[in-house]
């Protein structure tokens, strides 16, 4: 658990700092697809067949995948999309940061890594599966940290102010990993299975927003299925090979 919060700080923060160096950010479109196709292979290949095959009733389970779902549509709706890269994706320039206040924005998008966090801690996934799976949460925290300073830069900032809120969103993930390892000696199996039901249903959410915003004015682009493929068979190699 100590590398995973570690693995999973630094990440946030790497991304976060790409974007305060001003270093460029044309290849961050491109691992944003291969990121959506990852987390998206994970959740079919790993979460939700998990979840099925649990003790608890199959409509139980696809009711709070369902919550989860809409839960992340609700967030978005204070967040304007940063968890999913929105800032960073291509032709999404009409987003308007001046719409929203920074602490309900601060405050969705860190719920969402709490709640991102928590997957790491469920504990019956074999090393090799959890490996794969916190190597996608990495990607996925450091784009979503670009995207969160892209979007900060917007409200005229100080670079230390800045900072603050990186470290902050950094180390909600890592902090939501600990508490559910802390919770899990404390809540039954069916609480463990609707938590994670819930955080599938928001990666699932997450992932297939990614790609549909992967291709510039939602149009079909081969280049962005291909390498939404690419994340996705590498998901798939991790889980059936490993």
């Known amino acids: 658990m100590v590398v995973a919060f570690f693995a999973l700080f630094l990440s946030a923060l790497l ?29 079919f290949l ?24 809409f839960l992340q549509r609700f967030i978005e709706t204070f967040s304007a999309g940063v968890e999913h890269g929105h800032s960073i994706a291509p032709a999404s320039g009409h987003y308007c940061v001046k719409n929203y206040k920074i ?36 990607l996925h925290k450091f784009l979503e940290a670009v995207a969160l300073m892209i979007v900060l830069s917007g409200f005229t900032l100080s670079v230390r102010r800045m900072l603050f809120y990186l470290t902050l969103f950094a180390l909600a993930a890592p ?12 809540i039954s199996d069916y609480g463990s299975i609707i938590l994670l039901s819930i955080v599938t249903g928001n990666f699932l959410y997450i992932s297939a927003t990614m790609l549909f915003e992967a291709s510039p004015n939602h149009h079909s682009n081969q280049l962005t299925l291909w390498i939404s493929l690419l994340g996705a ?9 490993l």
Not at 26 to 40: A, D, E, K, R, W
Not at 175 to 186: D, E, M
Not at 233 to 241: D, I, P, S, Y
């Open 15 to 43: 991304g976060g700092l790409v974007v305060i160096a001003q270093c460029s950010i044309n290849i961050l479109p491109h691992l944003l697809t291969f990121s959506g196709g990852y987390l998206l292979a994970n959740t």
């Open 46 to 69: 790993h979460l939700m067949p998990e979840l099925f095959i649990s003790k608890v009733m199959a409509i139980h389970v696809g009711g709070y995948i369902m919550i989860g779902f």
């Open 103 to 138: 602490l309900s924005f601060l405050t969705s998008i860190a719920l969402h890594a709490l709640l991102d966090g928590t997957l790491l801690a469920h504990g019956h996934a074999d090393h090799a599966t959890q490996e794969g799976l916190l190597l996608g949460m990495m």
């Open 175 to 186: 902090v939501g990993l600990w508490l559910s390892s802390y919770a899990n000696h404390y």
């Open 233 to 241: 068979t590498l998901a798939a190699l991790v889980e059936f090979l």
